[in-house]
């Protein structure tokens, strides 16, 4: 049955809140469970829609899971089937994709249906399949099903780099150049590359915190991988590969999504369990639009209520840029702040559907492009009827629902549940009237 949440506004956030292990670094560790038949244990799993069917997708493959604690589980992936995917579940879930590099690494060819996900614009598999095709692989397709096996080409990708390398020549090294910075063809690739001896280079490749916590996993598993210059790595695998256990990093988006609540109602909120290191920008640009807080330690941040903030432009770029996954939230912080702000978001076309929520609320919003957007502010939110558009796009309308006079009923919440775990509970804890009903 759906369900939504009810919010009444105007009240400051107070308290302490603990983050959660990040849903977007548990989707490729979770993925490189299939590359051994060894056991692996995975450790501050968030409990959330989308953890869960990255587990449902291992169990129809064959895989063996057992719960050890309420976030840690034993997986073991020795029986592995690639022919029982479950496409009614990948077609459901963008994180899916990330089994296309394990499985192509261990089985040499796939049938895989197109991933669904977030509406935030195009989110093409382009760059995936182009780097596939590097590496030799033959795709083609049918319907929403995409076949992928080895062509003659396998693992010889001499016609594909502008500068000529003896070694590319010789076979001793594999390079792939990304079409474009995208996080999980950066994972796909690092991978599949796991499982095999040869020297590969994967340039253009994204570094953020997600990417980051994979390689931990694959360096205990055996994989020698370094950073050779910017966006650069270089990674050299093994045929068999050990378990491993590893205990998931915090939620960086989760982290900033209170901070933003934080100081949008006024309050003073203690974050505990915090991944700083990743939000390094982010909190320099709100420390320049004049927030008040606190770094107590790497994983500890307080924030305090703060006078009007003054923000002039907030423009999302891959890391170390100020994560897509945090401008809403800021958007709807711009609508509390003095004067003008430009919100730039040139990587996901879809992805300031949300202020238009906002402009209905009471905001002063004026769209440039599908990418770009002033917001006029300070502007007083009013409650009222909104859906929750996307998963970062809900959690954004819930803080806008926190300030906002009167009361806010915010639908398809199935979409916050996807990232936000119990985010209801949490808020209600730091004092917000947030509570969560069915039609």
């Known amino acids: 049955m759906p369900e939504k949440f009810i919010i009444k506004g105007g009240k400051s956030l107070n308290g302490e809140v603990n983050i959660n292990g990040a849903k977007n670094a548990a989707f490729p560790i979770l993925a490189a469970t299939l590359l051994t038949n060894n056991d692996c244990i995975i450790d501050n799993l968030p409990l959330i829609e989308d953890v869960s069917k990255m587990l449902k997708i291992l169990e129809s493959l064959g895989a063996e899971i057992s719960y050890l604690s309420k976030r840690k589980v034993k997986i073991n992936c020795q029986n592995i089937n690639p022919e029982k995917i479950p496409f009614d579940i990948v077609s459901n879930f963008r994180g899916s994709i990330l089994i296309l590099g394990p499985l192509l690494a261990r089985?040499?060819?796939?049938?895989?249906?197109?991933?669904?996900?977030?509406?935030?614009?195009a989110r093409p598999l382009d760059t995936h399949f182009d780097s596939f095709?590097?590496?030799?692989?033959?795709?083609?397709?049918?319907?929403?099903?995409?076949?992928?096996?080895?062509?003659?080409?396998?693992?010889?990708?001499?016609?594909?780099?502008?500068?000529?390398?003896?070694?590319?020549?010789?076979?001793?090294?594999?390079?792939?150049?990304?079409?474009?910075?995208?996080?999980?063809?950066?994972?796909?690739?690092?991978?599949?590359?796991?499982?095999?001896?040869?020297k590969f280079i994967l340039k253009i490749a994204d570094e953020d915190y997600q990417t980051q916590d994979l390689i931990k996993v694959l360096k205990k598993m055996g994989v020698k991988i370094r950073r050779i210059e910017a966006h650069s790595f270089e990674i050299v695998g093994k045929k068999k590969l050990n378990g491993f256990t590893h205990k998931i990093i915090s939620d960086p988006i989760e982290t900033g999504t209170f901070i933003v609540a934080a100081l949008a109602t006024k309050g003073e909120v203690l974050i505990k369990d915090a991944e700083i290191a990743f939000l390094s920008l982010f909190l320099k640009k709100l420390r320049d639009f004049g927030a008040n807080f606190k770094v107590l330690n790497k994983n500890t941040i307080k924030i305090f209520p703060s006078k009007l903030l003054k923000m002039d432009k907030i423009q999302s770029l891959p890391y170390p840029g100020i994560h897509s996954d945090l401008q809403p939230e800021l958007g709807v912080l711009s609508t509390q702040s003095k004067g003008p702000t430009?919100?730039?978001?040139?990587?996901?076309?879809?992805?300031?559907?949300?202020?238009?929520?906002?402009?209905?609320?009471?905001?002063?919003?004026?769209f440039c492009d599908p990418h770009r957007a002033i917001i006029n502010g300070p502007t007083p939110l009013y409650g009222m009827e909104i859906p929750s558009l996307d998963l970062r796009a809900g959690a954004a309308l819930i803080i806008a629902g926190l300030v906002a006079k009167g009361e806010t009923i915010i639908n398809n919440i199935y979409q916050v549940d996807r990232g936000y775990e119990k985010i209801e509970e949490r808020l209600e804890s730091l004092g917000a009237d947030i509570k969560r009903i069915k039609d």
């Open 107 to 121: 089985f040499g060819k796939i049938k895989i249906i197109s991933p669904g996900g977030c509406l935030i614009g």
């Open 342 to 366: 430009l919100i730039h978001d040139p990587l996901y076309e879809g992805r300031l559907k949300y202020l238009e929520e906002l402009n209905k609320m009471g905001a002063d919003i004026i």
């Open 133 to 198: 095709k590097q590496l030799g692989f033959k795709i083609s397709s049918k319907g929403s099903f995409y076949y992928f096996e080895k062509g003659p080409d396998f693992l010889k990708t001499d016609n594909y780099f502008s500068i000529p390398d003896k070694e590319v020549k010789e076979g001793k090294k594999i390079e792939i150049v990304l079409k474009e910075f995208s996080v999980t063809a950066t994972e796909n690739i690092l991978l599949f590359a796991s499982l095999f001896s040869q």
